[in-house]
């Protein structure tokens, strides 16, 4: 097989995962590919892509196509810090009213949705904007933004002393179920694990080698973030440890209870399994 062609979300939520490999310290046949998720998401459907991190819903969506990679995911316990809801008013009081979302994201949408019906039990309108705060409350009555664009303008409503609610989904999520919730996965197409099972443990391997050398190096990846997002120091110190990358027995529990919330809500069609490379049901 040619150089593997591996995505890599443009956040510096990714930055634990692929530091080994941008500086160097891991050598592999690999192309990196940059992007926001939802173009990485398309990227890989489209075969453009051999492995990246996809939206965990859009995972469910193509479950047939997709291997799961193991020991890799983009989760949170409660607090993310980079999922946000702005609004003026409460989230119980939007009923009726239009709700901006960003289109950098396919997750954290889905899971706004599930919030508005299954926790906050009201019905609101869903509008896809580019991801600028002004201008989506502009044009609706809350704004999600997601990534590094989120914590930018969380830290720019905190300097203005804006008179905005600011949600926390993770933190949303974790009160109404009490579990974590896991944002991405790493997935590789299911055809490689008929034609070439030896690349996606290569690039298993690979990846959690990565994983282990940058969290190692926190110093380093400290640097790199905030020099990348512009974010201060501080906030970026507590967001690399409010991030996590496993994918144990909790993320999965996680997964599978926001699949099933989605196919309440009729998102999905059917529930969904876990294909994870090297386990067995």
């Not at 991801?131 to 502009?138: F, Q, R, S």
């Not at 030896?198 to 050398?213: F, G, N, P, R, T």
Request: one cysteine or more; proline letters at 4%; glycine letters at 6%.
């Amino acid at each position: 097989m040619s150089e593997v062609r591996l995505g890599q979300v443009e956040y510096i939520n990714c930055i634990p995962v692929y530091h080994a490999l941008e500086e160097g310290l891991l050598v592999g046949d690999i192309e990196l590919v940059k992007g926001p998720p939802s173009k990485l998401n398309k990227m890989f459907l489209d075969g453009e892509l051999d492995i990246t991190p996809i939206s965990s819903i859009e995972y469910a969506r193509h479950a047939n196509q997709c291997i799961i990679l193991p020991n890799l995911s983009i989760s949170a316990d409660g607090r993310v810090e980079s999922i946000l809801f702005f609004s003026q008013l409460p989230p119980t009081e939007l009923e009726g009213k239009t709700i901006a979302v960003t289109t950098s994201s396919a997750t954290s949408v889905v899971l706004l949705r599930i919030l508005f019906e299954h926790f906050y039990h009201v019905d609101v309108e869903m509008i896809s904007v580019a991801p600028d705060l002004d201008a989506m409350l502009a044009a609706a009555d809350g704004a999600l933004l997601i990534g590094d664009d989120a914590m930018q303008a969380h830290q720019q409503v905190l300097k203005d002393h804006r008179e905005l609610i600011v949600t926390d989904l993770g933190e949303a999520w974790k009160e109404f179920t009490g579990h974590k919730m896991v944002y991405a996965v790493w997935v590789t197409h299911a055809a490689l694990g008929q034609t070439a099972p030896h690349v996606i443990d290569q690039a298993a391997s690979l990846l959690y080698e990565a994983k282990q050398i940058g969290l190692s190096q926190r110093e380093a990846l400290l640097e790199k973030s905030q020099r990348r997002s512009g974010l201060p120091f501080e906030v970026v110190d507590h967001y690399l440890d409010t991030i996590h990358h496993e994918l144990g027995e909790a993320e999965q529990k996680a997964l599978l209870t926001f699949y099933d919330y989605a196919y309440k809500s009729g998102i999905i069609e059917e529930r969904v399994k876990l294909n994870i490379w090297g386990l067995v049901d």
